[in-house]
């Protein structure tokens, strides 16, 4: 076969137009249904090295222009799919020094963090295989949230009573990757943690009873999402992010499990590293503030989530009672999550007698 003529072999397509603006970056990842149509091809790995970067500067969620974290959030998680298509790297193998990771799915795009499906299992050889969750941040500038959480969960475990263990994530380890899709090669705090099944968010359940769920079912959550709290504030851990997306439920088992301790502070009184942009209107005062985070907060922030998943159908006394959980000077709110149970506990006996198991039903889908 012929050679093809000088001018065919020179032709070939145009560069992709260069976003500005984060609505610009946006359209492109919108516009485009394979790696190289956005980063262009992967012969020139300089110039799709450098795109990326544009790209996941632009629609980073830390810059994304007020009330579009979210967006911005979905469409971080989408680039970076597409980028570790383009490197054959959507399932891999990761080795620590502990274990051996078969990466797999993403399960969910945080708020500064990826969630991807692993099986674990360790480099021994000896020990079951295990299923796992990688947390990955979007942004090596996030690493100090990964090692927050790191450093919270081990915390817990260390000091923490074993029968309150299962209330808060287990924490496998915690390691420092460079991934290959990443052309920066900037090492990322991983937090391996063991994989949950069976559970959802308060945000989900919000959603799966939109006119409010019956208090006698919100009661149980009430009750363990306290539970979760007094097992922290005792060893001196804040949450500091208590937020309906961070508490799971397992409508079945009525487990409940806090998660996200990336905002965690340990030890004295601290102000939080950061707050979660969408959700600022929900964060007491001294969030915002720069004050310190207080077990106060904490109850703040989850009589918020609890008041918001009843709606309408909390009666009066619940509502009097969440409502003293929430004032705005810190000082005056509840500091105490286990004197704040047992009050729970009366209130809910005065309003419906003796504590019995409640099956939490959900809507047909």
Known sequence: ???????????????????????????ALASVGTAEELFGSSAAPDAAARRYRRLARLL???????????????????LNRLRAAQHGVSERTLTTRRHTYRVGEELAAGDVATLRAACSRPR?????????????????????????????????ARHGQPRFRSYVPTLLESFTHVDPADPAAVPRRVNAL???????????????????????????????????????????????AVLPEHVLIHPGEHGLVLVDWCYATTGAP???????????????????????????????????????????QAPSPMRSFLAGCMLPAEPR????????????????????GPRTFRPLRLPAA
């Open 194 to 240: 063991l994989r949950l099944d069976g559970f959802l968010t308060l945000a989900q359940l919000r959603t799966a009873f939109p006119h409010g769920l019956d208090p006698r079912d919100a009661a149980w959550i009430w009750r363990r999402l306290l539970v979760a709290l007094g097992h922290a504030h005792r060893t001196g851990v804040r949450h500091g």
């Open 270 to 312: 601290a102000a939080a590293p950061a707050l979660v942009e969408r959700h600022r209107d929900r964060y007491p005062p001294e969030v915002a503030a720069r004050r310190p985070v207080t077990e106060a907060t904490d109850i703040h922030l989850a009589s918020s989530c609890i008041a918001e998943l009843m709606g309408d």
């Open 124 to 156: 021994t050889g000896s020990g079951p295989a295990l299923d796992a969750v990688l947390k990955t941040p979007y942004a090596p500038a996030d690493n100090d949230l990964m090692e927050r959480e790191a450093h919270a969960l081990a915390w817990l």
């Open 60 to 78: 980073h969620p830390d810059t994304a222009p007020p009330g579009r974290r979210a967006e911005a959030t979905a469409a971080c998680a989408a």
């Open 333 to 352: 709110r509840p500091h105490d999550a286990w004197r704040l149970l047992a009050e729970l506990d009366q209130l809910l006996e005065r309003l419906y």
């Open 1 to 27: 076969m012929s050679e093809p003529p000088w001018w065919a072999a020179a032709s070939r397509p145009p560069d992709p137009p260069r976003p500005r603006t984060f609505d610009e970056a946006l359209a």
